[in-house]
């Protein structure tokens, strides 16, 4: 079989694989991979800059956040319908991710993980701030009446599950086509060795810059589905945990591996699943799991994967 | 007609002058070698051709367009490819997908397969799915050789090609340029002067940041200025 | 109360907060300027010390003195232990990669907090200052064409929060004196100036790299037992702290003590005047802008090193 077939039969059986589960799965874990596949999609958005581009983004909690309150607050103040929403919260994780790039790129390494960390515990806090229109850390909750797009209950168990899967679905083959283009051949040499990249005319600032944008276009569209999909919009999703877990998920996956997140995302879930019947400090499995995989495994599940058996795998 | 002038380049480290008022002027179609000893500003002055170093004072001219102010990857798509001194292909990645990064800004999409097994046939490069990272050192120098032919430039910068490489390797480097010369204009920074003299049809020579002469082989080899600052030394 | 009398009120506060977080601030300074990293589990540190003064003074009992005596040195002396030990086990086998000791420094920060949370609660307890006098201020006023004194109604502090300034200050002079005039101090420059030389010259690099982490530590755990008693101990209070000392040491050029220690004095100055006229979100929305935007457009003073 060729690398293009069996990369083909990987990524569409998975997805294949996640529409069946529709079918079968019990309601405590059909709920689940709804929630999963959307986190997936954001995962899938930080590994287009710190996978295949090499850039360590402490913010991305900010084009989540961008998404989730673009759409929220476009219903809640705007009165706005869902589909009109949707757009303005991924339009607002684009643009911010445009805004943070131009400066946050002018750094490097460490400074730049400080810089992209600093811009969005500022975001975190702007939406404290104008607590009047954001409610704050208690968030507000989506009417279901504005969460019907093209006519479908969002809100209905069965649907949100199917848009989950439409969402990341998208977000998967994009990427899957991104990486393997030009474009995503150009960020990985970037990631690889910049300044001979830069020696082979291309110009790595604007590579890099529209890298972000991708990133933040599709991390503002999760955060977008997120609120329409579970009806919700809080600040603790702009806070730094929210950038730091998708770190998390793409690192235990395997970064610059397109089924990484999604990976990284899924085990993730289950073992916070798993532990709350321990503990309700979830954040500690997080932190031990950050700790051995820098330690460990800094390739990840699907990286370990690729180093050893399976060479092809983008 | 001179393809590259270089006028009055000059770049001071805290005040000291690593290149001092440097002119070259190389003709179209030449294998111009550039030596001089350690610290006569060579890396510095191809640093400041090439864009990776602002100089501060003087102007690069390539093709009669000024590009002094030009950001490194618009010169090289301008048609100036550079090699680096120190291998520095992309070592996780597949030998062709090297030639193919350095292919890709120069040429429509479609042409890039065949232009990538092409500069690799050129080398004698056979595998082109090792990784680089895999190959032996003078292989490695091959690959880099590889990505700058297939930017078909018409500036090629060799920095340092063949430190490092064995006697029959340096061997096919030296078939390998003479073949290149008849496409392209050369510059070669070069250490070992067997090569320099079997390639260059013209040297300049380089010493404590100035020209101290440009020549033929013969006439820089029969120098005494030139034995005394550099090739008496060891 | 007038302005005068205010602002006077507003400085003394500042000056409180300025002592305890150029000690935070130093730690993480010292860290970075020796190690090259950056710990971001560092206001977790000061979280432990003010967690552990609250547990020294609880198990010790009898009078506040004396179990908050044993805490200022206790305190300090498990944070710093627990920081050697994370160094050894974690940072040294990354080999202080810069980016991969953030993460995994993040991953510490969880870990620590939540432990704590599991173990030490999620409530706010207060810890009994070793003595509380309350020292009125005077003021004053142009009577008659001539200076008299006056005792404004609240311009007061107390003999403990002018004990913490002092101890700041002590505990700074001492820091500077052991960076400038022990062997220790020699060692730890050397290693800062120029690692690899200082591995050729027989310097145990990696012991004076845990040493240091060891003592960063510590000094934010002092900095917390010496402000738990006007705060309170809180498993979620090394936020700020870690907030704040990054804007210090950013602000002060990274490994510089005395800039470290300037940029301390004017923003625990700062905040107590400021957080008079803005709300302390803005506040905080307005320092965490500052460190981004220094960081973009005056990265040489800060990283400067780093970069090519």
């Known amino acids: 079989m060729s690398g293009a077939a069996r990369i083909t039969l990987l990524h569409g059986g998975l997805i294949a694989a996640l529409l069946a589960l529709h079918f079968v799965l019990p309601v405590y874990h059909h709920g689940n991979m709804a929630r999963i596949m959307v986190l997936a999609s954001y995962a899938v958005g930080y590994n287009i800059v710190f996978g295949y581009t090499g850039l360590l983004s402490l913010g991305h909690a900010l084009f989540f956040a961008a998404g989730m309150y673009g759409m929220g607050l476009a219903v809640q103040h705007l009165g706005m319908g869902p589909g009109a929403a949707l757009a303005i919260g991924v339009a607002a994780g684009a643009l911010i991710a445009g805004a943070l790039g131009l400066l946050a790129l002018r750094t490097t390494g460490v400074a730049f993980m400080i810089v992209t960390l600093m811009f969005a515990q500022a975001g975190y806090l702007a939406i404290l701030y104008f607590g009047d229109w954001t ?89 977008a589905a997120y609120a329409l999909l579970f009806g919700y919009a809080g600040a603790s999703f702009a806070a730094v945990e929210y950038s730091i877990l998708p770190l998390l998920w793409v690192l235990l996956g395997g970064a610059g591996t397109v089924l990484g997140p999604f990976v990284g995302t899924l085990f993730m879930f289950y073992l916070i699943d798993l532990s709350s019947g321990i503990t309700t400090a979830y954040m500690l499995i997080a932190g031990v799991v950050l700790v051995l995989l820098t330690l460990f495994a800094p390739q990840g599940l699907m990286g370990e994967l690729r180093r050893r058996f399976w060479g092809w795998l983008p | 007609m001179s393809l590259l002038n270089v006028r009055g380049l000059t770049k001071l480290y805290d005040g000291v002058r690593a290149v001092a008022e440097v002119s070259l002027d190389i003709p179209q179609g030449e294998v111009r070698a550039l030596i001089g000893p350690n610290g006569a500003g060579k890396t510095t002055l191809v640093g400041m051709i090439a864009g990776r170093i602002t100089p501060d004072a003087g102007q690069v001219v390539l093709a009669g367009q000024d590009i002094t102010r030009l950001p490194a990857h618009r010169r090289t798509r301008l048609g100036m490819a550079y090699t680096f001194q120190i291998t520095s292909v992309f070592a996780r990645l597949p030998v062709a997908e090297n030639v193919a990064l350095a292919a890709r800004p120069h ?76 496409q392209t204009t050369i510059l070669l920074i070069e250490h070992n002067m067997d090569v320099v003299m079997a390639l260059a049809d013209r040297v300049t020579v380089l010493n404590a940041g100035e020209v101290l002469m440009t020549g033929t082989p013969a006439e820089v080899r029969a120098d005494p200025g030139v034995q005394s600052a550099y090739l008496g030394a060891p | 109360m007038e302005i005068g009398p205010y602002l006077l009120l507003a400085t003394l506060e500042g000056a409180v907060m300025a002592s305890v977080l150029a000690l935070t601030a130093v730690g993480l300074s010292l860290v970075f300027g020796v190690m090259r990293v950056v710990n971001i589990a560092h206001g977790e540190f000061f979280m432990l010390g003010a967690i552990l003064a609250w547990y020294v003074t609880q198990m010790i009992g009898g009078p506040p003195a004396i179990g908050f005596a044993v805490a200022l040195v206790a305190a300090p002396l498990i944070v710093g232990a627990i920081a050697v030990a994370a160094d050894m086990t974690i940072l040294k086998r990354l080999d202080y990669d810069p980016e991969r000791t953030i993460v995994a420094t993040i991953g510490l920060l969880y870990i620590i907090q939540q432990l704590t949370l599991m ?173 981004a935007l220094v960081l973009v457009f005056r990265p040489q003073g800060l990283f400067g090193a780093r970069r090519a």
């Open chain 2, 107 to 182: 040429m429509p999409r479609a042409d890039v397969p065949g232009a990538v097994q092409a500069a690799l046939a050129r080398v004698g490069l056979t595998d082109p799915s090792a990784r680089a990272g895999d190959l032996s050192y003078g292989h490695q120098r091959l690959l880099e050789i590889a990505m700058g032919i297939v930017q078909a430039p018409r500036l090629l910068i060799l920095d340092e090609p063949t430190q490092g490489l064995s006697e029959g390797e340096i061997d096919g480097f030296k078939a390998l340029v003479c073949d290149l010369a008849a």
């Open chain 1, 135 to 223: 409610r704050g850390d208690e968030g507000f909750v989506i009417a279901r009446a504005s969460r019907v797009l093209w006519g479908i209950d969002l809100s209905d168990p069965g649907n949100r599950y199917l848009a989950a899967w439409a969402l990341f679905s998208a977000a998967l083959l994009a990427s899957l086509w991104l990486v393997r283009a030009p474009f995503g051949r150009s960020l990985i040499a970037i990631r690889e060795n910049e300044a001979r990249t830069v020696m082979l005319g291309y110009d790595t600032f604007r590579l890099k810059w529209a890298a972000m944008v991708v990133s933040g276009t599709i991390s503002g569209a999760a955060g």
């Open chain 3, 119 to 291: 173990g030490y609660g999620p409530e706010a307890r207060p810890v009994a200052p070793p003595f509380n006098t309350r020292l009125a201020l005077p003021w004053f006023e142009v009577k008659e064409g001539a200076l008299a004194l006056y005792w404004p109604w609240g311009l007061s502090t107390t003999s403990y929060k002018l004990a913490v300034i002092g101890a700041g200050v002590a505990v700074l002079l001492g820091v500077w004196a052991m960076m400038a005039r022990t062997r220790i101090g020699l060692v730890m420059r050397a290693v800062q100036a120029d690692r690899d030389m200082a591995l050729a010259f027989g310097i145990p690099v990696e012991r004076v790299y845990a040493m240091v982490f060891g003592i960063g530590a510590a000094l934010a755990a002092l900095a917390a037992v010496l402000i738990v008693p006007i705060s309170q101990a809180h498993y979620l209070m090394g936020a700020d702290p870690l907030l704040l000392a990054f804007t210090v040491v950013i602000i002060g050029g990274l490994g510089s003590l005395p800039g470290t220690v300037f940029a301390a004095i004017l923003i625990g100055l700062s905040d107590g005047i400021i957080s008079v006229f803005f709300s302390p979100t803005l506040a905080k929305i307005l320092a965490t802008l500052l460190v």
